[in-house]
């Protein structure tokens, strides 16, 4: 488990954090939740971040054009996410803080998310798989999410 040390994506993380958290007043707008992602690509998210132009290279985007993230761990060590090393058997994923703020359900032609009901000038600030029991959660500025820990792992 390597912690990620990067000053520039946490200012731009809590910047963005705090104006969901100012729209959202009442609501959690923070998880802790998993990305699972192949090894090449981990140095890139650690120094970038997010990227959603990546969007849907490994599956497919079922609930939009954004950066996704699992609730639970075990959905990120699928293969097609986090894909094993060819010689060593190693996976990756990301433990992250992600701002979900008010979502929606995606769908797979969004580019960014959808406009609220209640508030007709303000997005939604994510969209899931399920709005009653979400599981998947999809963001599309990239300044939603901080990788904070990388993960490396063996399935037995």
Not at 67 to 72: E, G, N
Not at 107 to 124: I, V
Not at 131 to 138: E, I, K, S
Request: glycine letters at 6%; hydrophobic letters at 30%; aromatic letters at 12%.
């Amino acid at each position: 488990i390597e912690r990620v040390q990067n000053p520039t994506l946490w200012a731009q993380y809590c910047a963005q954090r705090q104006k969901i958290t100012q729209i959202n007043p009442r609501r959690k707008v923070e998880q802790e939740l998993w990305h699972g992602t192949k090894k090449e690509v981990t140095d890139a998210i650690s120094h970038n971040g997010f990227n959603r132009s990546f969007s849907g290279g490994n599956v497919g985007t079922w609930e939009g054009k954004g950066s996704y993230f699992a609730l639970k761990a075990a959905y990120s060590t699928k293969d097609y996410y986090s894909a094993p090393d060819p010689t060593t058997k190693h996976k990756k994923m990301f433990l992250c803080k992600v701002t979900t703020g008010e979502y929606t359900k995606g769908t797979p032609d969004l580019t960014k998310a959808p406009m609220r009901t209640d508030k007709p000038n303000l997005p939604f600030d994510s969209t899931v798989n399920d709005v009653n029991n979400p599981t998947v959660f999809v963001v599309f500025h990239d300044a939603q999410a901080y990788p904070e820990y990388l993960i490396t792992f063996k399935m037995t």
